[in-house]
């Protein structure tokens, strides 16, 4: 089993910068990517971004240029940098880590969710 407990949010104006956290522990091995995911009320959940093992990166179209993944090994934590927020950007932020059980399955885990709430 993995454990993701996420932190950062918060409330923010528009134009306004958070940086989120996601710190990892348990069985973390054999994780292929870790990402962000986002819902909206209302709205299903969304890919943010994601960071794979290699190092390599993608965004979502609405996020590119004012987002930033990355992740520290070390402390087994990944950060979402978000920068020039948007009140579209508002939501519940969900950390995801997925983990390559078998050659032909992968498990996916969820924190619990973290609130970002931008102001206009």
């Known amino acids: 089993q993995v454990q993701l407990v996420e932190s950062g949010g918060g409330l923010v104006q528009a134009g306004g910068s958070l940086r989120l956290s996601c710190a990892a522990s348990?069985?973390?091995?054999?994780?292929?990517?870790k990402g962000w995911y986002r819902q909206a009320p209302g709205k299903q959940r969304e890919l943010v971004a994601v960071?794979?093992?290699?190092?390599?990166?993608n965004y979502a179209d609405s996020v590119k240029g004012r987002f930033t993944i990355s992740s520290d090994n070390a402390k087994n934590t990944v950060y979402l940098q978000m920068n020039s927020l948007k009140p579209e950007d508002t939501a519940v932020y969900y950390c995801?880590?997925?983990?390559?059980?078998?050659?032909?399955?992968?498990?996916?885990?969820w924190g619990q969710g973290t609130q970002v709430t931008v102001s206009s």
């Open positions: 960071i794979y093992s290699a190092g390599s990166t």
């Open positions: 348990g069985s973390i091995f054999r994780i292929k990517a």
């Open positions: 995801n880590a997925r983990q390559e059980v078998t050659a032909i399955y992968e498990r996916d885990y």
